[in-house]
């Protein structure tokens, strides 16, 4: 009997051996609308939600769980990143089995489920980078209380079950390497990563960790926390997706590398050398997931993303 697309997404996070086309996914698909005349789910402003009646609350639940369905199903995901709108755990719970009920486990199913430290946005830079370093066990003290929050929803959710996994989406890394030095990385996030990472697994979940940019001089870090996969491997930020492999493909499963830039920018021929060069790369040895560097971004063609595809469904088979 065929696997289904949860069997093979399962199957490359574990490294094993897979027949047919290479896993695929993405963290999100945000031309909904494009593709289907919806809003996604997280871009939706539910300002008024407990003021509703129960019944419109429903079919607005019914909507997204279906939106996250449609999806996989036309492009061919193997799993679904859901984006809980409202992001309670009531609702995320309710959105979980609304899926659940249309699909069965036909999809790996997944949500963020990151605690750890990232790059601070543009308004908070400068006060968080003087309170790291004025106050330092101050901060490492809110790192765990933000692991320990994190591990503490994560056992709910298991014990609630229908959700595979959580992608780790803390973003480390700018284009020219991590935004903290390697061995402020290795003091500050690296050990709340394994923990979170390793708790996470015992409950029963599988772990992707995803962060853009340059993840060399973090690489170990990220490996020795124990994701079942890695996901963006950024080309844009000079990352080489057969020198990952070679480096760590042994103990870690590798998803995406498909260059986001040129989805927009590029040529048409340059997107298929790359797709090609990705799945090329990515392929041998199995643990590959193929995706873009990031995801199907508000303002990507719709087109280049169908582009895409048809390249992977020419290319990407195992014999």
């Known amino acids: 009997m065929p696997l289904t697309p949860r069997e093979r997404f399962i199957t490359a996070l574990e490294r094993r ?18 593709a289907f005349g919806v809003v996604h789910p997280s871009q939706r402003l539910y300002a008024q939600w407990d003021q ?30 859901i984006h809980p709108n409202p ?28 605690a750890t430290y990232s790059i601070p946005t543009g308004e908070s830079m400068e006060e968080w980078c003087a309170w790291l370093y004025d106050d330092p066990q101050r901060a490492l003290d809110e790192a765990q209380r933000r692991v320990d929050r994190m591990l503490e929803k994560s056992r709910l959710l298991k014990e609630h079950g229908g959700l595979d996994g ?7 890394c700018l284009n ?37 940019g340059n993840i060399m001089p973090i690489l170990e870090d990220l490996v020795a926390a124990g994701p079942h996969a890695l996901h963006s491997i950024d080309p844009q ?8 492999k070679r480096l760590v493909g ?27 060069r990705s799945l090329a790369q990515g392929m041998p040895g199995y643990g590959y ?21 048809n390249t992977w469904r020419e290319f990407g088979n195992y014999g």
Not at 166 to 172: K, S
Not at 263 to 275: I, K, Q, R, W, Y
């Open 17 to 34: 051996p897979i027949s047919g086309r290479v896993p695929h996914f993405e963290l999100v698909f945000f031309l909904t609308m494009e």
């Open 52 to 81: 509703m009646s129960e019944t419109e609350r429903a079919l607005h639940r019914a909507e997204m769980a279906q939106i996250y369905i449609d999806t996989a199903q036309r492009y061919e995901h193997d799993a679904i990143f």
């Open 87 to 114: 992001s309670t755990l009531d609702e995320t719970f309710r959105l979980i089995d609304g899926i659940r009920e249309r699909s069965g486990d036909r999809y790996f199913m997944m949500m963020h489920g990151d």
């Open 166 to 172: 959580f992608a780790l989406c803390a973003d480390y």
């Open 176 to 212: 020219t390497g991590p935004f903290l030095s390697p061995a402020m990385f290795h003091r500050v996030v690296a050990p709340y990563l394994r923990q979170l990472v390793q708790g996470q697994r015992e409950l029963g979940f599988y772990v992707i960790k995803h962060t853009d």
């Open 237 to 244: 930020a000079g990352v080489d997706l057969a020198e990952v």
């Open 250 to 276: 042994d103990r870690v499963a590798l998803i995406g590398n498909v260059n986001c830039g040129l989805l927009n920018s590029g040529t048409d021929e340059e997107v298929v050398a790359d797709v090609r």
């Open 289 to 309: 997931i193929f995706s873009t560097s990031n995801c199907v971004y508000t303002g990507m063609a719709l087109e280049r993303y169908d582009l895409m595809l």
